[in-house]
C-alpha cells in the first residue's frame, strides 16, 4: 500500500537554527498537509497546500514557517528561525482531494530544539 | 468553533475485554468523523469514519456511531487484544474545509 514517507525521523537543532522537514506525499494526491503535536497535546493542523499554493494556514503558521512542494514528489516544511517551543513532532499527510477526504499520515519527524 | 472532545488515558484493559473510547464534537456546519490509530512508533493510520447522522463506520472489529443528537462518535470494539495496544485519535473536518480537527489521544493499553 503506498505511504507517506517523512525524513528525518528525528531532527534536533540549535535554536535560531533553520530547520526543513522533509516529506514525499503518496504519488497521485494532490492535497498535501503539515500537522504538529507538542508532547502531551493535541494534534494541531498547520497548513494545507493544493495546485502549488497554500489553501489554508492556522495562526500557528506565522511567518516563520513556509512550504515548497520544489519538485514532482517531495513537500517541505520550512521553519526559519526555530524557538524552543517548536519542539514538537511534525507528521506530514496527504489525501486524493481536499474536503472530507481522509488523510494519509506519515510517521512523523521529532523536531527536539536545544 | 469546531473541536474534539475525548476521554482522558491511559485505558487499561485486559485481553478480551470491551473497549468503549468516548468522543463529542462541536462544529460549525455539517462534519465527516473519523477514527485514527497511532501505534508505537508509527504515524496515524485512518481506522474507520463516518460522513452523515446515523452512520456507522466499522473496521478490525471496531466501530462508532455518529449521533447528531448527541454530537458524540464514541469507538467500540466487542473483545480487545494485545495487538491493540495503541493511541486513538477522534478527528472532525467539515465538506469546505481542508483540515482536520483532532482529539488529544487516548492511550490503549491491553494486558494479556
Same mark, same amino acid.
Given at each position: 500500500?503506498?505511504?507517506? $514517507? /517523512?525524513t ?21 494526491? %494532490? ?5 504538529r ?38 513537500? $517541505? %516544511? ?17 489525501s ?6 481522509? /488523510? ?6 521529532? %523536531?527536539?530544539?536545544? | ?22 468522543c463529542?464534537?462541536?462544529? !460549525? ?7 485514527? &490509530?497511532q ?31 448527541? !454530537?458524540?462518535?464514541h469507538?467500540?470494539?466487542?473483545? &480487545? ?24 489521544? !487516548? ?6
Amino acid at each position: 500500500e503506498p505511504e507517506v $514517507t /517523512q525524513t528525518p525521523s528525528h531532527q534536533v537543532t540549535q535554536m535560531g537554527q533553520e530547520v526543513i522537514l522533509r516529506c514525499v506525499p503518496i504519488s497521485n494526491h %494532490l492535497y498535501f498537509y503539515w500537522y504538529r503535536q507538542i508532547l502531551g497535546q493535541k494534534v494541531e493542523f498547520l497548513v494545507s497546500f493544493y495546485n502549488n499554493e497554500i489553501s489554508e494556514k492556522s495562526e500557528i503558521f506565522d511567518d516563520q514557517f513556509s512550504v515548497e512542494r520544489p519538485d514532482g514528489s517531495n513537500f $517541505t %516544511l520550512k521553519i526559519r528561525s526555530t524557538k524552543l517551543e517548536d519542539s514538537a513532532m511534525y507528521f506530514c499527510a496527504s489525501s486524493e482531494a481536499g474536503g472530507d477526504q481522509p /488523510q494519509h499520515f506519515g510517521d512523523g519527524t521529532r %523536531l527536539s530544539i536545544l | 468553533g469546531n473541536s474534539v472532545t475525548q476521554m482522558e488515558g491511559p485505558v487499561t484493559l485486559s485481553e478480551e475485554a470491551f473497549l468503549t473510547i468516548n468522543c463529542t464534537y462541536t462544529a !460549525t456546519g455539517y462534519p465527516s468523523l473519523f477514527w485514527y &490509530v497511532q501505534y508505537p512508533g508509527e504515524g496515524l493510520q485512518l481506522l474507520l469514519k463516518a460522513t452523515k447522522a446515523d452512520d456507522k463506520g466499522s473496521n478490525k472489529g471496531f466501530e462508532a456511531t455518529y449521533r447528531k443528537e448527541t !454530537t458524540s462518535f464514541h469507538l467500540e470494539k466487542g473483545s &480487545v487484544q494485545v495487538s491493540d495496544s495503541a493511541v486513538y485519535f477522534c478527528a472532525l473536518t467539515l465538506y469546505n474545509f481542508n483540515k482536520f480537527y483532532f482529539g488529544s489521544g !487516548t492511550k490503549l493499553n491491553v494486558k494479556p
